[in-house]
Nanobody
Framework: QVQLIQSGGGLVQAGDSLRLSCAAS????????MGWFRQAPGKEREFVGS????????YYIDSVKGRFTISRDNAKNTVYLQMNNLKPEDTAVYYC???????????????WGQGTQVTVSS
């Protein structure tokens, strides 16, 4: 089971950009489907987007479409979430997750990153 280590969170102003990284430890990301989730204070964790095993297919929820981009570099065992034009409503703890097949459901992801805080000031 792959262990995921996240980095890249922080405090930014509205309109700024930020890139989150999710690196595998003790395994490889080359054969797993990856998803990004986020959890805002007082709210349930929600699916943000996903990327297929080799990066050929991505999916995003409407609220981030056109602003967020998920990519992966399997040679580096790393998945990225590039966030542009950030908005205050993007403020949340962001999690990467790995699973055996494509899904937007938390239950289908077996490995999770530790989470990283993204705070967008208005």
């Amino acid at each position: 089971q792959v262990q995921l280590i996240q980095s890249g969170g922080g405090l930014v102003q509205a309109g700024d950009s930020l890139r989150l990284s999710c690196a595998a430890s003790g395994g490889t990301l080359s054969s797993v489907f990856m998803g990004w989730f986020r959890q805002a204070p007082g709210k349930e964790r929600e699916f943000v987007g996903s990327i297929s095993r080799y990066g050929g297919t991505t999916y995003y929820i409407d609220s981030v479409k056109g602003r967020f981009t998920i990519s992966r570099d399997n040679a580096k065992n790393t998945v990225y979430l590039q966030m542009n034009n950030l908005k205050p409503e993007d403020t949340a703890v962001y999690y990467c997750a790995a699973g055996p097949y494509g899904s937007a459901s938390e239950a289908d992801f077996r490995s999770w990153g530790q989470g990283t805080q993204v705070t967008v000031s208005s």
